[in-house]
C-alpha cells in the first residue's frame, strides 16, 4: 500500500461546514494527489503537489483548498461543505522520480457525506 | 485537452470467456496510458501499463496509436477478474486523467 493512510474513513457533516481530510505517507514521496470518485465521472484530480509548499489545480478543483506543509502530510479542505462534495475522496502518491514509468498508488479512500 | 471514453459501463461475461474492455482517448502530446483494477473493498492498483507491454494476471493491452485506442483483453475471464476497472491516461506534467470506468462481472 505504500505506505499511505487516510483519515477520516468516512465523516457525515452538514452543508456549511469546514471539513478537511488529511493524506499521510511514509515513503518520502514527492508527488501526491486528491481524486473524487463519482458513478459516470470515474475518478477526478482535484488537486496535486509536486512537492513541499508546492501544489497546483485539477479539473475539479472548485471549492477545495489544499496544503502541504511537510512531504508527508497532504490536506485536502473544503472551506464550506456542499451536498455535491458527496464522494468518495481518493489520495494517491506517484512513486520514483515522478516518470511515466512510476505508477501511482492510492489510498483507501474517504467517504463523505454532506448533509 | 485530454480526454479518455470508455464506452462500456457494465460488462457481463461468463467464466472461460473472452474479455475486452475498450478504452479511446485523445490528447495532443505523447500519451501515457494505464489501466487501474478496484477490486470490492480493496484500493485501486495498477493493472497494466503500456510503457512496459507486460501481461498482469493474463491481461494484456495494446496501444494503437492510429485509433487512439488503449482496449484491455483477456483470452479467459476469471470469477475473480469481477471488478470495476479504470483507463486512464498520464499527461507530460505527471496528471492522470480517467474514464468512467467499467464495472466487469464474470459468471460462473
Known amino acids: 500500500d505504500a505506505g499511505i493512510t487516510q483519515s477520516p474513513r468516512h465523516k457525515v457533516t452538514e452543508t456549511g461546514t469546514p471539513v478537511t481530510l488529511r493524506c499521510h505517507q511514509t515513503?518520502?514521496?514527492?508527488?501526491m494527489y486528491w481524486y473524487r470518485q463519482d458513478p459516470g465521472h470515474g475518478l477526478r484530480l482535484i488537486h496535486y503537489?509536486?512537492?513541499?509548499?508546492?501544489?497546483d489545480k485539477g479539473e475539479v478543483s472548485d471549492g477545495y483548498s489544499v496544503s502541504r506543509s511537510k512531504t508527508e502530510d497532504f490536506l485536502l479542505t473544503l472551506e464550506s461543505a456542499t451536498s455535491s462534495q458527496t464522494s468518495v475522496y481518493f489520495c494517491?502518491?506517484?512513486?520514483?522520480?515522478?516518470?511515466?514509468?512510476?505508477?501511482?498508488?492510492f489510498g483507501p479512500g474517504t467517504r463523505l457525506t454532506v448533509t | 485537452a485530454q480526454r479518455v471514453t470508455q464506452p462500456e459501463k457494465l460488462l457481463s461475461v461468463f467464466k472461460g470467456a473472452p474479455v475486452e474492455l475498450k478504452c479511446n482517448y485523445s490528447?495532443?502530446?505523447?500519451?501515457?496510458l494505464f489501466w487501474y483494477v478496484q477490486y470490492s473493498r480493496q484500493r485501486l492498483q495498477l493493472l497494466l501499463r503500456?510503457?512496459s507491454r507486460e501481461s498482469i494476471k493474463g491481461f494484456t493491452a495494446d496501444l494503437n496509436k492510429g485509433e487512439t485506442s488503449f482496449h484491455l483483453k483477456k483470452p479467459f475471464a476469471q470469477e475473480e477478474d469481477s471488478a470495476m476497472y479504470y483507463c486512464?491516461?498520464?499527461?507530460?506534467?505527471?496528471?492522470?486523467?480517467f474514464g468512467a470506468g467499467t464495472t466487469v462481472t464474470v459468471r460462473a
Open positions: 503500456h510503457i
Open positions: 490528447y495532443s502530446g505523447s500519451p501515457e
Open positions: 494517491a502518491i506517484k512513486s520514483g522520480s515522478g516518470g511515466p514509468s512510476y505508477e501511482q498508488y
Open positions: 515513503e518520502n514521496h514527492r508527488y
Open positions: 486512464a491516461l498520464e499527461r507530460n506534467d505527471y496528471k492522470l486523467s
Open positions: 503537489s509536486y512537492g513541499v509548499k508546492d501544489t
